[in-house]
């Protein structure tokens, strides 16, 4: 009996082991199941979060946006110590993946930063702003909810995202302090060899030859904060020869500063014969020639009480206007040429073309313009003979039978108005003395001098006004008063990559260029097919998709077949851009499109408007510049090495009106989070 | 010396007793075989079921590799999937084929697949729902085995950024 018990005992062990062995064989496999499932959850539930953030992060109002941006200690851990940052995450919605799931199963995702760079690769430059390069964890649990917490599974999954500025704030007061990516889009119109490119062309880069007009304006007119800047690069740091100069026409006259004309000082009938050494023989020949002409034997005349008055008047520089009147072209000319020799300079031009761009609204010039930029005219330093209270006595000699009387009158000049209003108009041009004998001299010209004053020479020094000249001496501004002349030690300098200066151009990594931070860009080297298939540039519905910096290794054309219509915020930089149609916002939109070559022209064959910001910098001396096949109709701002309106459609009025969406008092951000996971890591519970 | 003999030979175990005992013996053993076979059936359902269920998984698995774009041409543009995932409304069988590309257990023969796509949204974020059903063929080894008859597993493909 105690054997038939022994081996029940032993045989019911073995069947009840077997049978939980069995049982756990059931359960294991229910385990694995659940643990699957908690998996797939998992993997649809990361990639939703992942759609989820690259959806809200394209919507720059989106709180999570904006907390991303901010690096909230709420989302960023990357600061913290190991101990304080289980908290840190935001939630974020799975909706779809909730749905899919099953009842006894819980999904949650929470996404936080878990490293942000902010200083470039090559740690010497510090990015702009909030920008930078960081990591992205995305954090997804799923687990059962009853006790049985066997099979719950966590992904955790890291994304690169970058941040970069497409616009950044600027105080239109200030300068800036430091290098941001966007510096350029501060500018309606920048150029980076502005100086050096109008010194080589002796000023026609700035006053053509044949018309070509350019006509600056602001699109908010009424918000000087929202202006942009024209800025002409500087050649030096340092020093007066990074001037560039507008001519003045007759559209212009209201810059001319302080008054447009005034008397000086008088001089006597004396002092007038000493200055005009013939004045009074000229007269009595012509008084003798005059009696002859009656038949008289001969006739002489003298003038007294006349007196001469030295005045000025500042007229507008270019050929248009100062033809209108006699012989002024060529006192200007004669002029300019005695200044090139005193200051022993060639550099101004012989040419008074009309200026070949025009800056809206004058009132305002002062708000927009930086660096050293003035307006050049004629300042008419001149004499005249005034002759409202001379009088002429005239004598003549005649024969009356056998004998020759004289005949004596004394006539007032003013009973004959016309002959005063003549002289009065008769305006003589005035000279520096000194410069003009030592001209002379040079040049070997041996004529008379319109007027000897050196008789007056002190009275001329102690009044310069008095003098002609061809003045460069005030900025291009409206409202100057006398003597409010160009400050030439202010030399602006945009802070520009790496801390270098705009003139320090002679190897590429010194240059000025915008968006200079590669790791900022989103994506690099693609191709217009890549455009397509990556889905930012749809060439049959025309719809381009902006969102941070992309980089192309192609020359890109857009508007091939009709108008371009952008959405978001970005920079395309290609080698090459061509713009063959309008390109224009979605509308109800803030897009901001920003168009960058380097050492490539952009060419817009196109009348209609192009709402872009268009950047052509090389990243040495390659020279970017604008090509406009047609008017152009600009709503943006160009950013250039040169001007080179050689380029520009001749005879035509071209527009560009700046964005005022490019002047903001907050960075425009984009943020890049890339679909690669750079890390992952599937924890499956145990207990 | 003889007592003691006599006493040896009336401790011996009667007919009756063995007949106890083997009765014993007898329940026991058969308790012990239901057990066995009982725990045998468990473990062959966890087995197929775990067939079931990696067969569910495979074309989940599959179908993300795809990635959103090309299911989306199946549901939205009538593109064909592969033919060894047939999305659709009926069973398919899974054969077993020594030289087929695709290799899968000879057990997987004993099972029939439903897959099927349905597009999902919710905001702007676009998914395509997967929904694959393992249903053990009628009059099998595998049905005599399992406890449920079907193994459905769902799961969410999300558009992704190109």
Known sequence: MFIVVFVMAIVGLLAINFFRMSREAQSNAHRFQTSEVARQLAAAAADEAFMYIHDRTGDVSSALFKKLCARESSIDMSSKGFENRDSIGEDIPIELTKKAAPDHLSVSAKARITDFRNVDSSGLGAYYGKEGVGTLEIQVTVKPKSAFQKGTCTIIRHHDYKVVAVVSARNNNEQRTGYANSYALDYVLFLRDGAAEFESTRGLSLNPSDKRVITISQGDESNPEKFGKVYFGTKTNTGSDNMVFLNIDSSRESLLPGDKQRNLFLVDGPTIDQIIPGFQSSLSSQANKDAKDAGAKSGSASMSNHEGQFSFSKEPITDEHLSKTENMTDYRDYIMYMQSFANNASQMSAEYYEPGIIIKPESSLDKIIEGDVRQRFFHFGRFFVDLSKASVNVRVRYKSGFRTKTKSETAAVASDMSTVEKSANNFMPCYDPAVEDEFRAAMGITGSKFLVYDVIKSKIDATPDAVSRIDLRYPYRKGLTEGSFQKTNTVIQPKLYKHREVSAVSDPLTAGVPFAHVNLWARRELTNAHLTELGIFNSETRKLKLRGVIQMSEALTLGKDGEVEFEGSGVIIAPGITIKNALKPKSGTNSVCVLVTRGFPITIDTNKRVEAALISMGTSHIGGYIRALKPLDLYGCIAADKMNLGQWLQNAQHKITYNPLLKRNEDLYQINVSRWVTFERVLEQEE | ?162
């Open chain 2, 1 to 162: 010396m003889s007592i003691k003999i006599i006493k040896r030979r009336v401790l011996g175990l009667s007919l009756l007793e063995i007949v106890i005992a083997m009765f014993f013996m007898s329940i026991a053993i058969l308790s012990f075989f239901t057990m066995n076979q009982a725990s045998n059936q468990s473990s062959m359902d966890a087995y197929y079921e775990f067939l079931a269920f990696s067969l569910a998984r495979e074309p989940i698995e599959v179908f993300r590799g795809f990635g959103y774009d090309y299911l989306a041409s199946i549901v939205f543009e009538g593109a064909a999937p592969p033919a060894w995932y047939k999305v659709d409304d009926n069973f398919h069988d899974i054969p077993f084929d020594a030289t087929a590309d695709m290799q899968y257990p000879a057990e997987a023969d004993l099972f029939q697949r439903n897959i099927k796509l349905a597009s999902v949204s919710e905001g702007s974020l676009k998914g395509i729902k997967i929904i694959v059903t393992v249903a053990v063929k009628g009059m099998s080894r595998a049905e005599i085995m399992m406890s449920r008859k079907s193994v459905t597993l769902e799961s969410v493909v999300m558009e992704r950024p190109k």
